[in-house]
């Protein structure tokens, strides 16, 4: 990347980040790249030099917030470069440069080349050409808020599912080396970052990508010093093998958090999907889990109304999910993108019938996760703090990764404390901390 350049007027640099946790690592390497250029980082909607959107496409929802925040980036920063990046602006270059303001459009690779482009000239970019090369990613000290860190190990997908676009907008799949990971992962430790969680779009397919088998990597991360808690980010459950759950258990620093795709709880759906396992293989992985991490916080996504759902499909879905030890519920209505194969299926469900099924889901989601923070009452925790709430109390998560409360006049930032959970609070706890 190019010199650093004074500027006797600091430059300003304001960032929005949509989607996964992937995304987020991606930010958090590209805001360093401002940082050590000598921009400040201000809030998004404060008035800024650049404003970068990291944008995300899995849903119709999410293309329409991409748009929204356009707007607002150009309300608050009008003589501003605005910059959009990522998923969306891969997929949809053309609609996004026909709306004001927007200077800079970069995909999924070439939002890390922004500086070859800022200066480029005062006319509409687009940049969206495809790369087969691996661009790594980790949080950084100039991100806001943060106390776990992200390090991004795969990205990409080979997997072909009917309803997913990512793989369009990201290519195929690629890792990080084995050795860069750790190198990456020791700079996060002596920054400061006593978690790490392993992200990617399909962190399962590490191995096919790398060469190196995942619970290798996962291994070798898990020994280094200074490194006091890792944590996984989504797994596939066809890619979760014995040896990755043997290696997670032999330590303390493992996370008992999983978050497990299900997506379907219909045989025939996941079969249409065309994913990767049945009922059965999924069920099996989950009571893996659990059998080796009694107490585990399991997500899981989970899609309803995929076209031709019917009823008892997704009551299907619905007990599934109502059966398993699942804690932490991802759920979403089936989005209609383009150029994928459910996309041309004649048996669209109506808005209204997905809204409800949706609707469903989540509340009932909420009321499982409101069971497992009770099962948590009586217990201690180790509880990573991350910030003071409004009302003045930390903040954190438990290994399982479950919010807690507490109240304490010194600065529990970024320090894992031992927490008694004394009561329940809807999903979260209000804890006491052991001395």
Not at 11 to 16: G, M
Request: proline residues 3%; charged residues 25%.
């Amino acid at each position: 990347m190019d010199n650093i350049t004074p500027d006797s007027k600091v430059k300003r640099v304001a960032f929005h980040t949509l989607g996964c946790r992937l995304n987020f690592s991606e930010t958090g390497s590209i805001s360093k790249g401002f940082t050590d250029r000598g921009y400040d980082i201000v809030d998004f909607g404060e008035e800024a030099d650049v404003v970068f959107i990291n944008t995300c496409t899995v849903t119709d929802g999410a293309d329409s917030t991409c748009r929204n925040l356009i707007r607002k980036a150009y309300r608050s920063s009008p003589e501003g470069k605005i910059v959009v990046a990522g998923c969306y602006a891969q997929m949809e270059a053309p609609k996004i440069a026909k709306m004001e303001g927007v200077d800079l459009i970069l995909g999924t690779s070439e939002k890390y080349k922004v500086f070859d482009y800022l200066d480029e000239s005062d006319e509409l970019v687009i940049k969206v050409d495809k790369s087969a090369d691996f661009f790594g990613a980790t949080t950084t000290d100039s991100d806001h808020g943060h106390t776990r860190s992200f390090l991004k190990i795969q990205d990409g997908c080979n997997y072909v599912c009917s309803f997913c676009i990512i793989p369009q907008a990201r290519g195929r799949s690629r890792a990080i080396a084995p050795e860069k990971a750790l190198s990456d992962a020791r700079q996060l430790i002596e920054s400061g970052y006593k978690e790490i969680v392993l992200t990617g779009v399909n962190i399962g397919e590490y191995e096919e990508a790398s060469g190196t088998p995942l619970w290798r990597l996962v291994e070798s991360l898990l020994k280094l010093d200074g490194l006091e808690r890792l944590r996984l980010g989504s797994v596939e459950p066809n890619t979760i093998t014995d040896e990755l759950i043997s290696v997670l258990k032999s330590s303390p620093k493992a996370m008992d958090h999983f978050h497990v795709p299900m997506q379907s709880g219909d045989d025939q759906i996941l079969k249409e999907m065309r994913r990767r396992y049945s009922v059965a293989d999924y069920r099996k992985i989950i009571d893996k889990i659990i059998k080796h991490f009694p107490n585990a916080g399991i997500g899981a996504d989970m899609i309803v109304g995929y076209p031709g759902e019917s009823e008892e499909q997704f009551k299907n879905t619905y007990n599934l999910a109502k059966e398993l030890p699942i804690t932490h519920f991802h759920v979403f209505p089936y989005s209609r993108r383009k150029n994928t194969t459910a996309s041309r299926l004649e048996n669209q469900l109506q808005h209204a019938v997905k809204k409800e099924r949706t609707r469903a889901l989540m509340m009932f989601g909420e009321a499982k996760l409101s069971m497992f923070a009770e099962d948590q009452v009586g217990r201690r925790h180790q509880v990573l703090f991350e910030k003071q709430n409004e009302q003045g109390l930390w903040e954190g998560y438990t290994s399982n990764f479950v919010r807690v409360q507490v109240e304490s006049s010194a600065n529990l930032r970024n320090s894992i404390q031992t927490v008694f959970a004394e009561k329940q609070m809807g999903t979260e706890l209000i804890g006491q901390i052991l001395h």
